[in-house]
């Protein structure tokens, strides 16, 4: 299995933002079928797409679009690609890419490079409630100056294999008085695409 080449990833980013399209990026060097770029988090893939909410969750399958199968009966097991960027052909069926294959693993070099650029969603969120103020938090509706003290003294959060808003929600257990709907809210301000992936 040959490695994604940083030129390579380069190309595509950019052929991406010229052509503007929305949803994959194209590898060239690649066969005929659509090509997506994603990191694995618990066995699930997180296809990059440069739209509004930059990682999009995906499930893979090798069955064809066009058999009258359902695609979880052949779902790809991604175990081994965990923590990793990869490169998977297939074609967009929404929710699902058929005739789904890993087609290369991005060097460690090209992963860090796409993270760094392309923070996940977790990350992402995290810096913005790790680098908000207590004027910040107090632009949530029912957090005053009281709470809002004690939300930038529990700085930074930290939230290891963070996949989603409930795992954001849950760092700020250990907050006191701030319960389940104060964490939604506080999520929901800072990281409202967190939510909008779930749906």
């Known amino acids: 299995m040959t490695k994604l080449s940083l030129s390579h990833l380069k190309m595509a980013v950019i052929a991406l933002l010229i052509l503007g399209v929305c949803g994959a990026l194209p590898a060239s060097a690649l066969a005929d079928d659509d090509s997506f770029v994603g990191f694995v988090r618990h066995a699930k893939f997180l296809r990059l797409t440069l739209c509004e909410t930059l990682w999009q969750e995906v499930r893979l399958t090798s069955i064809p679009m066009e058999m009258a199968v359902l695609p979880e009966t052949t779902e790809l097991d991604l175990t081994e690609y965990e923590e990793k960027v990869i490169v998977v052909c297939g074609r967009d069926g929404g929710g699902w890419i058929y005739s789904a294959t890993v087609a290369e693993i991005a060097s460690p070099l090209v992963a860090e490079f796409i993270l760094r650029w392309f923070p996940l969603p977790c990350e992402a969120c995290l810096e913005r409630i790790n680098s908000a103020t207590q004027e910040d938090f107090e632009e949530v509706d029912a ?26 929600e849950l760092v700020l257990d250990n907050v006191p008085d701030i319960g389940d709907v104060l964490r939604e809210r506080i999520v929901r301000h800072f990281c409202p695409e967190l939510y909008e992936q779930d749906n």
């Open 143 to 168: 957090i005053g100056p009281g709470k809002s003290e004690l939300l930038v003294a529990g700085q930074p959060y930290v939230a290891p294999d963070c996949v989603g808003a409930l795992d954001i």
